[in-house]
């Protein structure tokens, strides 16, 4: 079964008493990489749903990215300049969510060389490239690169845990100039001008340089932009295009989301981890029929705790044991002595409670987690019922 984010729609009142925590801002610019970066989301505390707020021209999404909290929004525009583009974007949902960090990741096209598909490029600074005199025999080029932040890119260029693979080789992290622009570069002779009067530029995109905008002008001093090479603007972009774009979002996200993975590194930009028990099980809940999440919920009673965090780890184990089939069930429960009638003869849905009733009161929680995983794996390998150092 195919699993899909799900969504709790609030009014802007929602969001009041959230300001003070939920202050990372994440800006992506197209329909794959709001997808994408929906997967990596998970429900803020107290609900299993990404919340949606609707407000004004923007949709805000709200939720927990790694162990911060985050507000979510996707330009209806690709390009900075232009209505609902990046720049407006930015200053309305600065003036929504009041972030101290600024993050927008995504899609890029890469300079070439050496470098491949999913290489992350990381702003050192953005150019607007085509803030231009021209001449009558000599173009000028008169923008003034946007600095990046620091404090981030520090973090970034010292992020030695990222162990992402794309086939069998790891994404390369290239931090540096980036272009950008309102040009939706896919000519080669055109990029080859470009590259000449810009030699240092790794890459380019066409939002990168409203995020600066937006940023200065509600004098936010941490932003960076993090985005994964998808093609080479070489007048070759549709070959693959789905598929390199697919590898660049989800690269460039999986990247960002192990960055904010962590309780420290980022107090000098005043965020602060909300989640202190992480459970980064699965991307998010499946869709499921009403009785089914009737049958769900009552397993999830069975298991029913009071520790902090550990209430929506139990809702994903149980969500992703009951998505398993009847066969690998029933292989479980042999394989941990969870009954003592053979489960083939005896298999109903009331099974699956007894199962969980019985893995809590044999205090088989961790072994029941490690079967599934063997099965069905989790994306964080750390099994969460043992302590970890």
Not at 275 to 283: A, F, H, K, S
Request: glycine residues 6%; proline residues 5%; charged residues 25%.
């Amino acid at each position: 079964m195919a699993i899909e984010t799900q969504y709790d729609t609030q009014d802007a009142k929602f969001f009041d008493d959230l300001k003070s925590q939920y202050n990372l801002l994440l800006v992506t610019a197209t329909k794959i990489e709001k997808d994408t970066l929906h997967a990596f989301l998970k429900p803020i505390k107290g609900y299993n749903k990404i919340v949606k707020i609707p407000l004004g021209n923007q949709t805000y999404f709200v939720g927990t990215f790694g162990r911060y909290g985050v507000v979510h929004v996707s330009c209806d525009k690709m390009g900075a300049s232009s209505p609902q583009a990046s720049i407006t974007t930015t200053i309305e949902a600065i003036t929504f969510c009041q972030p101290t960090v600024v993050l927008m990741v995504g899609i890029a096209f890469g300079k070439g060389g050496k470098q491949k598909i999913g290489d992350v490029l990381v702003s050192e600074s953005v150019l607007p490239y085509e803030v231009q005199r021209r001449g009558k025999d000599k173009i000028t080029n008169r923008g003034t690169p946007g600095q990046a932040c620091h404090i981030l890119l520090n973090r970034i260029k010292n992020l030695t845990d990222w162990n992402y693979a794309i086939g069998n080789r790891k994404p390369s992290i290239l931090p540096g100039l980036l272009l950008s622009g309102e040009k939706l570069i896919d000519n080669a002779d055109y990029k080859k001008e470009l590259l000449e009067a810009h030699p240092t530029a790794l890459g380019g995109e066409m939002e990168g340089f409203g995020i600066y905008t937006a940023c200065t002008t509600k004098s936010i001093t941490h932003w960076v932009l993090v985005k994964s090479i998808c093609d080479w603007g070489d007048g070759k972009k549709s070959r693959g295009k789905e598929r390199k774009q697919k590898i660049a979002a989800e690269t460039s996200i999986n990247f960002c989301h192990h960055l904010f993975d962590t309780d420290h590194g980022f107090t000098d930009v005043k965020l602060s981890p909300i989640v202190t028990i992480e459970p980064e099980l699965v991307p998010a809940s499946p869709v499921l029929a009403a009785e089914d999440n009737v049958i769900i919920e009552e397993m999830k009673e069975e298991l029913k705790t009071e520790a902090a965090g550990e209430s929506r780890i139990i809702e994903v184990v149980v969500r992703a044991f009951y998505m398993l089939d009847d066969d690998e069930k029933i292989d479980i429960a042999k394989e941990l002595n969870l009954f003592s009638e053979e489960p083939a003869v005896q298999y109903s849905k009331v099974t699956e409670k007894e199962i969980f009733a019985k893995a809590k009161q044999m205090n088989l929680l961790p072994e029941l987690w490690e079967e599934i995983h063997k099965i069905s794996p989790f994306a964080n390998p750390r099994n969460p019922f043992i302590k970890h150092p």
